[in-house]
């Protein structure tokens, strides 16, 4: 149906997540009507992305410098720490300018169903980020579903041992249960944040 060129394009646009085959056509046309020089930047924004963007050595996020910008800024609160599973779940927190701390980004849920153990998880690098900088408080502001709970409560039973008396706090019920941290609304993902509980 499409010359192999055009076909080619619209499958490795249909790898990415949230794209089907229209949409992934109508990207492809798109991008083929666009000027050769837009379409290079495009190309050229992806490969930089890729070749220089890696994983903070301290907290996961993305970042093209290591430290990455939030481990090394003087204006976060080093005593409090943010515990999210993905840097999408990072990048909703940051989104509502009310967390002044640091983060870990664990890259993922504890899913035995999907094969994710705690050792497919960042839990040794948390308890031992956790054991080398001494934080005060630590909020899981993790998915309020199952895997959400269970991995709290596992990376909770792995630090209680070694820092006995850090806080560890939730975000409050204010999320619905089963939806997912990076599709909260600002308001609600604050209030949540204010909120947080005692685990």
């Known amino acids: 149906m499409y010359t192999r060129p055009l076909a080619r394009l619209i499958e490795e646009l249909q790898r990415l997540p949230g794209i089907g085959s229209k949409t992934a056509q109508r990207l492809a046309l798109h991008l083929l009507n666009r000027p050769a020089g837009e379409v290079e930047a495009l190309a050229q924004a992806l490969l930089e992305a890729k070749q220089t963007v890696k994983h ?39 989104r509502t300018r009310e967390f002044k701390g640091l983060y870990h980004v664990l890259g993922g849920l504890i899913s035995p169903i999907n094969g994710i153990g705690a050792e497919q998880l960042r839990i040794r690098e948390l308890v031992a980020r956790v054991a080398r900088e001494k934080p005060q408080e630590l909020i899981f502001a993790l998915s309020p579903s199952v895997e959400g709970e269970v ?49």
């Open 56 to 94: 903070c050595s301290l907290c996961f996020n993305w970042s093209a410098e290591d430290p990455c910008e939030i481990c090394r800024s003087p204006q976060r609160d080093r005593l409090l720490w943010c515990v999210v599973a993905d840097v999408r779940d990072l990048i909703a927190v940051e």
């Open 151 to 199: 991995t709290m409560h596992v990376v909770k039973d792995y630090l209680r041992p070694i820092a006995p008396n850090l806080r560890m706090t939730r975000l409050a019920f204010g999320l619905p249960m089963g939806s997912e941290l990076e599709y909260a609304d600002e308001v609600t993902l604050a209030r949540a944040l204010e909120a947080r509980q005692e685990l």
